[in-house]
Each structure stands twice: as C-alpha cells, then as structure tokens.
C-alpha cells in the first residue's frame, strides 16, 4: 500500500514530533538478518500515554486482542491476518497478497474507506500493536543499524542522548538528507504508523491536552472514540488555530506550545497526503475523480487537488480540508513541502527567515516568504525557475481565496458580510473587497482592511504575472487575445497593455472594471511594478536616498518613492539655474514613469496622493462627475475652490500635463487621427516639452478632429488659464520677465495682457531697448492668436457677455471665434459691460488683424495669395486693396466689406484714418467727442464729421489720402430691407447698397436717411474714390485719360467729366452710364438740397466738376454788372450837374 509506493522521503523540519521508541517492525528486514517481533511487556520507561484497557464487550475477541498484545515471543511468521479478531475484516477489505506483510495489513485497515466499517475487536488489536511498535525500547537499537552510516554522517543525530527516543526524532528532522535506502524506507513506513493517531506522536498530547479538552476536539480515552478517527483531533485543532487568526476575540486561545505542535504535525505530513488523515478521509474520492495518475510523495497530491479545488464537482467536505491545509501554509510556509524544497536554497541564500527586526512568528508567514523573494527578482537576483513556478501557485492560490489571508477575514468581515457575500470563489470576493477599496461614495472600507488589501496584493504580486489573478485573467482573455497578442503570455507588460486600451473599442467592461480594481492598489507600491522597479531602482537610490533599504521592511512610504521620481522626471530648471544632469532621471526610467503617469490620468483614484488630499473636494465640487476623465476635470475646472492641500497636488499634475500631455492617455487616444496627420513629427517624440498640445490647438479645427479631442484641447486651454505655469513653452520661455515685470501675478491671463501692455507701450514710446525677451515675444504672440479663438479663453470678455450669450447666441459654437463673430453682428442689443467689451475686442483686432482669428481662418488662402509681403498689421489694408481682384474669395470678400463696415462705425477702428487724422479730428469733430465717454461707440458720427470736410476739401493733405475712402453709410434706416432685399442680402460688390439708395432717393420718406444719402452724394464729387461703383465702373478710362492726375479735390473726377463732354473721347459704355448718372444725380441734389448759406454754396461750387466753368460765368457776371455800373454811375453824374446848374 502507501508505505511500499513511496521511494522518496518526507524531507520535512520535524522538531517537536518525538518517536518514542520502535520495536523492531513486522516485514522490515534489518542489516543482519529478519526483525522478531518482540515480547511487549510493560517497559521500563512508559510511553506518554498508555494503552488503556479496550471495552469487554466480546470475552473470546477480547483475550484474542490481549494475546496479540501480551503474547509470549515468537517466531518472525506471526501475522495479524492469522488473528481471529480481523480475520472477517481482513478477507473483506483487503487484498490477499497483502495478507502476508503486516504493515500492509495495518495500512490497507487504516486506509480504509468511510463507509466501510471494522469491529471493534479488530480496532483494539491494530491499536495495541502500534503502540507496542512505538513503544519498545528496542526500536532505537534497530534505527540504529538500519541508518548506521546515516547517523555518522549527520552530526545533529550523532550527538543525540540515546534511549530516550530523540535519535529517531532527529533522522525524520534530516529525512532529506538520508541517501541510505533501507534508512530511508524505514522511517517512512514507520510515520505512517504513528500519524494514524495523534496519542502516538510523543509530545503531542502533552502539550495539546487542555487545548483538545476546552475546545471540544475529543476524548483522550482510547475506548470513548474510534482509533481510526483520531485524524479527526488534530483537524479539530487545526480549524481552531487558522480560526484564532481570524478572529479578534479569542474565547479558547490555544496555547503557544501547542501551536508550534499542530504546525508541527502539519508539516510532517507535508509531502504525503495519507499523513493527513483527515484530509486523507475526506478526499479520497475526490483524489480518484481528479488526480488519479498523480503519484503521492512530494506533496504531489495536495498540489493537484488544490488545482482542482474551485471545481464545480469537488465535493464540499474535501474543500474544506484543503482549505484548513491552506490556510496552515498561510501561517506556516513549511507546510508546503513543495515550496520548501523548491527555495530551500533562496530561503538561505536571500536571508528571507533571518530579520531580527521583525517577531518569529512572522518569518514563517508565506505573504513575508514570498515578498521577500519577489523583491529578489526584482532586483535581478538569482532565483530558481522551479522556485519561482511554486511562487506563482501560492501567490494564484492567496488571489483565488481570501479566506487563506487572516487578515482579510479579521479585518474585512464587515465588508464581505455586507457587499461580497457568496462571491467567495475565484478571487471574486477579493475584487468585490478591492472594488470597496477603491473607495465608492456609496460604500466605505475599513483603513485596517484596505491595509490588509494592501498587504495581500504586495505578496501576491500580480502585476508580475496577470495569471495570478485568475478573476481578472477570466474577464480579460478575450481583450489580450485581440490587444496584447504580441506581448508573451505571463509577461509583466500584459497589465500595461491592458490598460493601454482601457475605454477603447477593444477593452470589454468586466475587465474594465477588474483591472482599475486591481490597478488601484498596485498605483500605491513602485516595487509591484517590475519593469518600472528594475528601470528606476538606480535612479531611486541615487536620488530618492533608498541606499539599503529592505524592500519588506515598512521604513520608507512606497509612495514618497514614486513621489520622487517623477518630481525628478519632469525637473529641467528649478528657480531659474539649471539642473545638473545627475539630478535627473535616467532616459530608460524616466519612460517608464511617464508611462505610470499616464495610466494614473486614466482615473484620479489610480492617483493614491491626489485621492487623499482631495477626496473632500471630490465629494464636494464632482459628485456627479462619474464618466471617465471627468473627476480630474472637475477638480481642475474648480481649482480655485479647492483646498490648499488638493489645489497644489491638482495644480502639479496640471503642470506636468502641460509639459508631456501624452500624460493625458484618454486625450491622446482620441486626438490620435489629427496628431497622425499634422503633428507626427511632435507626436513620435518620446519626450515632450509642450509641442504636441501647441500642435494641436492649432489644427484644431481641422476635418480629422473629432468631437472628443476639440472638447480635450479647450478643456485644457480653459485650464491654462488658471495659471501661466500650466503652459509650459510659455512658462519655460516668459518665467523671468515674468517674475521681473509681472510679479504676484498668476493667472495666465492677467501675466499675457501685462507682458502684451508692456511690449505696446515700448513699441509706441520707439523704447531703444524691449523690456521683454524675444523668446517671450514669440511666445507671447503664440499665446495671443491662441487666445482670440475662443471667448472662453479670455475671461474679461466672457464674463461680461454670458447673458448676452445665452440671449443672442444660444445655438452658437465657442470654437473657430463663432461666438465672438455673432456678438459682433450683435453688437447694437448687447448689455453695456459687453457691448464695451467687444468693442476694445474690436479695436484691437483692427491696430492688429492677425488677432481677428475669422478674418486670418477665411481669408488664410487669400493672405497668401495677395499679401505674403505686407506687414503682419497692415494684412486688413492688403486685403482692402485687392479685394475686388477677379482671384479674390467670395467668402473672403464678404468678410472683408464687414469689417470695412465696422471700421465706419468708430475712427478709433480705422488705426490708418486715426493717424492720419489724428490733427483734423479735434479741429473739425471736437464737439462729437466732447458729448461722448470713452467707452462709448460714436457710430460713425466722427467719420461723417470727416466725410464733409472732406468734400468741403477743408482737410489736412494727410487726411486726403485714400485711408478716408470708405463707403457704407453706418445709418441705414429700415426701408433698405424693402428697396435693396436683393442687393443687402448678397453684398456682392462694395457698394451696392449705397448705389441702390442713390436711385431710390425720392422714394426715401425718412428725412434723416435721405439727408444721409445727399450727403453721400455729395462726397462722391470730391474724389472718386468714395464712389466705389463709379470707380469700379471708371477704373480703365481712368488708367488711360486720367493717369497723369493727381487724386484728390475733385480732380481726377473733372478730368473724367471732361473727358466725358469731349466727343473725341471715348469712355467705357459702363463708366459713360455711370458718370452721366452721377451728373444727373447732383443736379437733383442740388435742387432738392440748396445750399443753406454762403458758405455751403461756396462750398458746393468748389466740389462741383463744372467749377471751372460755373467761375467763368461768375467772372463774366462781375465784368458785365462792373460796366454797367460804371454806364450808370456817369448818368447819375449827370443829373447831379444839371441839378446844380438849375
């Protein structure tokens, strides 16, 4: 049976287990010759318990059993098949080539199946032999023939005192080291008999008495339980030592000496289950049904049914016991004799059970066994890879049930009771335990619990090898199979893989959520990220000060070294000097916190710092803030509410991300088309330094972007905002004028609108030397043109106008200046605040175009068409120029008449008018602007002003000049709408509404708007430049007749009128129309308009294209009434004589 099918030995550390002594054993043959089993009389020295006598309930059975106890000596050949008290047994449950060998006898009625039951004379008579075999003086005489050279060889045994039953002890202590076979068969035959029943384990009952009394585990008494039963005891005591450690409240505590003795018996039976013979009972069947060609020895069996022991067809009772056994290796890893042989060496070489810092107790515990082995892997240190494989399956196998975790179940039974019950199976309790640890508003953990968490995960160590977290290797199968097939199975990359493509297409949601369950806890631990620990652990010794630190010691928070590093990951310059390259991370390390950088970004909970210090706000500002992404938005979008402590972590990672935003894993996943397209070169960069958000603030519009990554980029610039320091390129490149001209200033902002007012105020007072640096100068301008694109980005202005928004422009979108634009058309039933605002907008757009983000994005092709050589600030004027060209853009042209029509509402708007008339403006128009303030819009009154002393010719020669020929009435009364529909919804060509005004003149009934058109009228004659359909119309007869002719004062319009009158001249048909339209125009001007003084009729004939000729006559006029003047004057003389002489 058992003990003939094992060549190997029980190789385990047996200390407290004694053989007090064996006879010489029935079957065994020693060294000289065949064994006789002796005369047991009562020895000298009794054993530690004695034999009491068995129940007389069958007289014959009875004297049967004492005489196979008590019998005179006799030949070798005595068998116990030959006793009458068996025999029935025997023939029953045996096999008959058995019969002959003793111990296989004994072993096949031990081993007996449950059901299967033996009398009770048969029971006493195998008892009293086995305790007469472990009871006999002479046993110690037969070991020591049979391991003679054994003894000699081991030193512990040779010096043991004999005749008290300790050598035996020692050779099963050194069984691993016994090379004799005879030696070696000898002891393992012989532990089989002795684990058949606790009393026979020489001190065990010693010790544990009391404890088995108080904790009801059975009677001592041999009549009072089945001898067969007594694995039942030790089961009982086991149960009760892995429930002590569960529980708080120790109502029977077992005392210390008889701990050491239950893990004691425990790890004798480590490498043959039959040993354990509650076990042994209880798993019989399920031994046959699951591991039948599994060979018993090494531990073999108890390895297969823990494989198999979340199967569906595993029967409970057995479960139980392999639970009870695992729980023992949690608190003892000796009990393992496949793990204890596997690292034997390790154990010894890493010193994993010497740490004088820690209690005894604790250095047996498998969670302290396997960190302090993971963490020589970590660190590259030799490690079996039969060691390592029998790590996995412990660490498999504390991932798969809580329950071997003490402290789990002390610590966390509130929680499971409450939210986990009957998950228990394949680590779903754990996860469900983790789930609740990740901190859940609608539930709460334990701190002593999440610390239990804490400790299992840093044992366990999954990250190393997702398997061993078979709840999340069975929800993410099918996503490594697709994503991470590249990757070799069990490699540590396969986590960051996975979370990689978390809330991508490819991620499924019940891995979704047991990756972040277990990502949480590995976030608050560097060292259970393997790649990361062998790339950094340089770089933390040398900067993070972790010369020798013991990786299972507790003296350094695992995340103040992360801390660390990433602090130095990011550090180029501090305060203005910069870092010495030792200071900083290696290049191999550095990636790889940017990698746990980015897979922190993907939830704020993955952050253990940031969720500490802001959990209050968490709860307070982004309680319904639960989609991905959107709890770190929310802190960011309130920072300035937030709590100092939250606000300076929050305002940290801000900064990072401005400087790497590939930190940002979810923006980056969904920019990932424009960035392929525009940004590629700034994107394939391992390390970013702000290009790749610079890139795509400027293509954001672009036809890839989609809707995700438009909202990712204005969240950021809207953060950005908040403080300079979040745009990296513009903090890296403005810090010191920053901190020079700007100091105490921190939103971005305000540092952008006093650096911008600096570099103006230098630029008007021609200062020899820019108080900015050039480098701030670019950025600056960079940081402008970004600014106009969006309302939002400019606080001062959005403000004002978010009423005005949400009345005017509800349906209209922020982006691409589409809501700045409708305030614009707006502009008249905007509140004050705002209507003030946008017109600062305004006027700094116009003294600066390229900051009129929807003229540079419609008029983009056209500028570079037509004005790749103007000056930056003079792009609006180019435009003008060429905008009636044949290769002008309608949509450019358009916008080009709206913002010529702006320009006439205000001469502040017009920056070249302003210049050039910055004389004549206060000589004619004072009284406009003493009526009005500063803030307010003049419409138009100050260029009217302008237009008639124009016409009047009574302007400066600077304001002569063609700044002042614009055209488009900025009254126009509500008739237009029904007299020009056609023409002022297209506006086509500049001009068209006036020209229609100008034919429907009588039909004008507002006395205000025709006085207006007059007045237009009047202007066209003082130079044709103000009439622009005239000039269009006149442009070629212009170039041939009048090129020679200076514009201004009516002078190229008197040499078309001449030109006109000379029949020897032939215009263009459509100039000829249009000038004979105008001259027929002013004539009805003049009759309805007269002049109103002398001064306007002066006026008039100074404008009037006849002046010449109306001078003349005027001339001629004073020449006749001068003669006849003189003709009278001599007449009257002569009267006067005549009246005289009378």
């Known amino acids: 049976m058992a003990a003939y099918r094992y060549p190997q030995l029980l190789p385990l550390l047996l200390s407290c287990v004694c053989l007090c002594g064996f006879g010489s054993v029935l079957g065994l043959k020693a060294v000289s010759g065949p ?27 009875a004297a049967a059993a004492a005489a196979g106890a008590s019998q005179p000596r006799r030949a070798t050949s005595w068998k116990l098949s030959e006793e009458a008290a068996c025999r029935e047994d025997l023939s029953r449950l045996c096999p008959k080539h058995t019969w002959s060998n003793n111990l296989a006898v004994l072993e096949c009625l031990q081993d007996r199946r449950e059901e299967s039951e033996i009398s009770p004379d048969c029971n006493h008579l195998l008892w009293n032999y086995k305790l007469n075999l472990t009871t006999d003086p002479k046993f110690e005489s037969v070991a020591m023939e049979v391991c003679k050279s054994t003894i000699s060889e081991i030193k512990e045994c040779n010096e043991e005192e004999r005749g008290r039953g300790y050598l035996v002890s020692c050779l099963v202590d050194h069984r691993a080291n016994v090379s004799e076979y005879q030696c070696n068969q000898y002891i393992t035959k012989m532990t089989s008999i002795v684990f058949s029943d606790y009393r026979l384990i020489c001190g065990f009952t010693d010790k544990c008495k009391e404890d088995i009394n108080s904790l009801r585990c059975g009677s001592i008494n041999v009549g009072q339980k089945d001898v067969h039963s007594q694995g039942e005891v030790i089961s009982c005591l086991e149960k009760a030592l892995v429930r002590e450690a569960e529980q708080q409240d120790h109502v029977h505590p077992i005392k210390e000496e008889c701990k050491r003795a239950i893990l004691r018996v425990a790890e004798l039976s480590s490498d043959d289950f039959h040993l ?85 107790a604790r250095e047996a515990r498998l969670s302290y066994l396997l960190l302090c082995l993971e963490a020589a892997v970590h660190r590259g240190r030799p490690v079996t890879g039969e060691c390592q494989g029998e790590m996995l399956d412990y660490r498999r196998m504390l991932m798969e049930d809580f329950s071997l975790s003490p402290e789990i179940v002390l610590h966390c039974r509130t929680e499971i009771e409450a939210h986990c019950s009957g998950l228990h199976r394949k680590g779903r309790t754990l996860h469900c335990l983790m789930k609740i640890g990740r901190g859940d508003r609608s539930t709460a953990v334990d701190g002593l619990c999440q610390s239990a968490l804490q400790t ?50 490819k991620m499924v949601e019940d891995c979704e959520h047991r990756l972040l369950e277990l990502q949480y806890f590995i976030s608050r631990d560097w060292k259970l990220d393997p790649t990361l620990y062998k790339k950094c652990q340089g770089d933390a010794a040398r900067l993070c000060h972790t010369h020798g630190w013991n990786e299972t010691s507790e003296l350094m928070p695992p995340g103040a070294v992360f801390s660390c590093l990433y602090r130095h990951a990011y550090r180029s310059e501090e305060q203005g000097r910069r870092v010495n390259s030792t200071e900083q991370l290696s290049r191999d390390c550095k990636m790889e916190v940017q990698r746990i950088l980015r897979q922190r970004a993907l939830d704020v909970k993955l952050d253990p710092d940031l969720q500490r210090r802001c959990m209050t706000d968490l709860g307070k500002w982004c309680s319904e803030k639960t989609d991905t992404g959107q709890e770190l938005e929310c802190l960011q979008d309130h920072l300035e509410d937030l709590v100092s402590a939250c606000r300076e972590v929050v305002g940290n990672l801000t900064e990072l991300e401005s400087e790497d935003i590939q930190i ?8 990932e088309p424009v960035a392929q397209a525009y940004c590629h070169d700034v994107a394939a960069n391992q390390i970013d330094t702000g290009d790749l958000m610079e890139c795509l603030v400027q293509n954001k519009h672009q036809k890839e972007m989609n809707d995700k990554c438009t909202v990712g980029v204005t969240h950021f610039q809207l953060v950005q905002m908040k403080d300079f320091r979040f745009s990296y390129k513009f903090k ?28 103006k105020n230098d630029t008007l007072q021609e200062a020899r030397e820019q108080r900015v640096s050039l480098k701030c100068r670019k950025q600056l301008r960079v940081e402008e043109l970004e600014m106009s694109e969006d309302i939002r980005l400019e606080p001062e202005l959005y403000d ?46 116009m003294t600066d175009p390229e900051l009129d983000y929807q003229l540079m994005r419609v008029c983009k092709q056209m500028i570079k068409r037509f004005c790749t050589e103007a000056d930056a600030r003079n792009v609006l004027q180019c435009l003008k120029q060429n905008k009636n060209s044949e290769l002008m853009d309608p949509k450019c042209k358009q916008m080009i008449t ?38 307010s819009e003049l419409e138009g009154q100050v260029i009217a002003c302008l237009k008639l002393k124009y016409a009047d010719q009574k302007l400066s020669s600077d304001s002569r000049r063609p700044p002042l020929s614009v055209s488009s009435s900025p009254l126009l009364p509500p008739q237009i709408s029904r007299l020009c529909a056609e023409e002022a919804a297209a506006q086509e060509q500049t001009g068209q509404v006036e020209e229609c005004l100008k034919v429907n003149l009588l039909k004008i009934k507002l006395e205000a708007c025709k006085r207006e058109v007059l007045n237009m009228l009047k202007e066209s004659k003082a130079d044709i430049f103000v009439d622009p359909v005239l000039h269009t119309a006149c442009a070629l007869d212009l170039k041939h007749h009048c090129a020679a002719i200076t514009p201004g004062r009516g002078r190229q319009m008197s040499c078309l009128i001449e030109a006109l009158q000379d029949k020897r001249v032939r215009l263009q048909p459509e100039c000829k129309k249009r000038l004979q339209d105008r001259i027929d125009m002013w004539s009805y001007a003049a009759k309805v308009a007269p002049a109103e003084g002398f001064s306007d009729l002066a006026a008039q004939v100074m404008t009037s294209p006849s002046k010449d000729y109306i001078l003349l006559m005027i001339a001629l006029s004073v020449c006749v009434l001068f003669l006849v003047g003189l003709l009278c004057g001599r007449i009257t003389k002569r009267v006067t004589r005549e009246l005289k002489d009378r």
């Open 35 to 61: 064994a006789e089993l002796p005369n047991p009389p009562n020895p000298p020295n009794p054993p530690v318990l004695r034999a009491v006598n068995p129940p007389a309930k069958d007289a014959p059975a």
């Open 664 to 671: 940002d894993a979810l923006l980056i996943k969904a920019c």
């Open 800 to 845: 004002p106008c978010k009423s005005d928004i949400s009345r005017l422009c509800p349906n209209v979108a922020f982006g691409n200046a589409q809501m700045i634009e409708c305030l614009k058309e707006q502009k008249k039933q905007l509140s004050p605040r705002c209507h003030q605002r946008i017109f600062r907008l305004q006027e700094v757009e």
């Open 898 to 935: 709206k913002r010529q029509i702006t320009q006439n509402t205000d001469y502040r708007l017009n920056p070249l008018l302003r210049k050039a008339c910055r004389a004549d403006i206060p000589k004619f128009c004072q009284p406009i602007l003493n009526k009005a303030s500063d803030d």
């Open 732 to 759: 890296m490149a403005c810090k010191e004028d920053v901190l020079r001209l700007c100091p105490n200033i921190k939103k971005k902002v305000d540092v952008v609108l006093c650096l911008s007012s600096t570099v």
């Open 456 to 505: 299992l995960i840093q044992s366990t160590d999954p990250v190393a090898d997702y398997r061993i977290d078979r709840a999340l290797n069975e929800a993410c199968e099918s996503v490594i199979q697709t994503a991470c097939k590249h990757i070799r199975t069990g490699d540590p990359m396969i986590l960051s893989c996975l979370m990689e493509h978390l809330y991508t297409e």
């Open 276 to 360: 354990d013979r509650h076990l042994y009972f209880s798993c019989r069947a399920d031994r046959e049904r699951f591991c039948r060609n599994t060979p018993a020895g090494e531990g073999k069996v108890y390895k297969c049914l823990f494989n198999h022991k979340f199967e569906e067809a595993m029967s409970e009772k057995c479960r139980d016991a392999l639970t009870t056994r695992q729980k023992l290796i949690s608190q003892d890893y000796k009990v393992s004799y496949t793990l204890v042989k596997a690292c034997k060496v390790e154990l010894k070489k890493h010193r994993c059970n010497l740490d004088a810092s820690l209690p005894r």
